[in-house]
């Protein structure tokens, strides 16, 4: 069975301090892959996805950015973070985009910028 | 682009049925999905309707009108535990079949 990991769980950070998410995915090859960040209250906002290694597309602009070093690690990272940073960050993979392919999150990171 | 519509927040009573409505308007329809998310945790999936109609999972179903760029999701037999955020999202055509996601309806289930 599949499973999906993201760490830490929680983090508190101050202003200007740079930012390392992981999450990996087991029990499936060449997924998609995303992440989220959703504010209190609010839905998902899509950040980030990948169809492969190396390759990463951008949803909006920001402070952040994403990388794939290998087929099912997935890394969100800042230079310096900024107060607007805080959120829950959801990392998600599906197989593709053919009929049904929901998306399976992982347990998510709680960041809290001061 | 996208752009999806949910009510805020609704309460309903247990054991009593409740309809969840989402409009959408989208460039690319490839499927809309419900995710069902429990406050402080990750969302996980309830439903998902590509074609017009009524898609029926146990106590919940869902129900698709393409052209009409609606949905809804139906509760039945409400239990306490259903108490949750519900989102809606629909999912584009293009590469990686990415989804966009409504600001989700808070439901509330009372004694």
């Known amino acids: 069975s599949q499973t999906i990991h993201q760490w830490p769980a929680t983090l508190v950070q101050p202003v200007g301090s740079p930012l390392s998410l992981e999450c990996t995915v087991e029990g499936t090859s060449n997924p998609n892959l995303y992440w989220y960040r959703q504010a209190a209250g609010r839905g998902l906002q899509l950040l980030f996805y990948?169809?492969?290694?190396?390759?990463i597309s951008s949803e909006v602009p920001q402070n952040l950015s994403a990388s794939r070093p290998q087929d099912r690690q997935f890394i969100l990272s800042s230079k310096k973070l900024l107060l607007s940073d805080s959120g829950f960050y959801l990392c998600?993979?599906?197989?593709?985009?053919?009929?049904?392919?929901?998306?399976?999150f992982g347990p998510g990171t709680r960041l809290t910028v001061l | 682009g996208q752009n999806i519509d949910q009510p805020t927040e609704m309460t309903a009573t247990e054991g009593a049925i409740v309809q969840i409505n989402c409009t959408y308007q989208t460039s690319g329809f490839n499927g809309l999905f419900w995710y069902q998310q429990h406050a402080g945790e990750a969302p996980t999936f309830l439903s998902y309707?590509?074609?017009?109609g009524l898609e029926e999972k146990g106590r919940f179903s869902s129900f698709l009108s393409r052209s009409k760029g609606y949905s809804y999701l139906l509760l039945k037999e409400l239990q306490m535990k259903d108490s949750a955020s519900y989102l809606c999202?629909?999912?584009?055509?293009?590469?990686?079949?990415?989804?966009?996601f409504g600001d989700g309806t808070t439901l509330t289930v009372k004694p």
């Open positions: 309707n590509v074609l017009d």
């Open positions: 990948s169809v492969g290694i190396g390759q």
């Open positions: 999202a629909v999912r584009s055509n293009t590469n990686a079949g990415k989804s966009t």
């Open positions: 998600a993979w599906s197989t593709g985009s053919g009929e049904g392919n929901e998306q399976f």
